[in-house]
Nanobody
């Protein structure tokens, strides 16, 4: 049984930082994408960042570039998302997902991710 578990969410003031972690187990994908998505109230789920397990290449949404850093520890099956310079607009539930058939040009397409975690809440106050 594949499991995807996020942790590290919480509340922070604007300008602060948080690090989210995602641990996976039960899958046998040798090479795959690990993505972070987020969904704010009343909005569609959107891609934040993704990383390819094969070579560590990373991809970011425009709003995440320069502020967020995605990293991986393949030995621990863990992916992290370091978020700096947070603003109230970053308030959302953040989800981690496994994308075994994702491509670099489609890293942010939700339908290409098969297994999802339950999400972790990030709240940024003014």
């Amino acid at each position: 049984q594949v499991q995807v578990v996020e942790s590290g969410g919480g509340s922070v003031q604007a300008g602060g930082s948080l690090t989210l972690s995602c641990t996976t187990s039960g899958h046998s994908y040798a090479y795959h994408f690990m993505g972070w998505f987020r969904q704010a109230p009343g909005k569609a789920r959107e891609g934040v960042a993704s990383i390819y397990s094969g070579n560590g290449e990373s991809f970011y949404a425009d709003f995440a570039k320069g502020r967020f850093i995605i990293s991986q520890d393949n030995a621990k099956n863990t992916v992290s998302l370091r978020m700096n310079g947070l603003t109230p607009d970053d308030t959302a539930i953040y989800y981690c997902a496994i994308g075994p058939e994702t491509s670099p040009w489609a890293w942010n397409e939700r339908t290409r991710y098969v297994y999802w975690g339950q999400g972790t809440q990030v709240t940024v106050s003014p």
